[in-house]
């Protein structure tokens, strides 16, 4: 996943405290030492500070740092946006679906599609992974 200009948004939701330039820097030096947790450290850098996401997109790519957040767990980000860990996913909001009409043969392939997900990928509340998540809801 990119961090781009579009999470600037986040900059003003967060705390009051900012993050400089050379403060950045330092924390993207822990992020190089430790590449297991650097999407961790970026999650505890957004509860804390607000920052620049350009600059931070920009050290960590003159870093070579990959960043992923489909490596992230669920219990690491359900509190950054808002779930509780408690109830597991299920205070996630949900959409209005209309009704839709279609004949018979769609709707069991649908169906049969939708089986053959759940057995390749697991039910949606027993996925661990963001990126199992997403890839499932695509399909």
Known sequence: MELDGSLSSLESATSQKSLSGAELIQHVSKMVKDKQR????????????SFSFPDL???????????????????DIAPTIGLN????????P???MFQVRITNKPFRKILE????FIYQYRPLED?????ARSRFLSA
């Open 38 to 49: 650097a999407e961790l450290i970026i999650l505890e850098l957004m509860k804390e500070y």
């Open 57 to 75: 997109k920009e050290l960590l790519r003159d870093n070579n740092l990959e960043i992923s957040f489909s490596r992230v767990k669920y219990k």
């Open 85 to 92: 860990l408690a109830v597991e996913g299920k205070d996630i």
């Open 94 to 96: 949900t959409c209005p």
């Open 113 to 116: 599609d939708i089986q053959a």
């Open 127 to 131: 996925q661990d992974v963001e990126e």
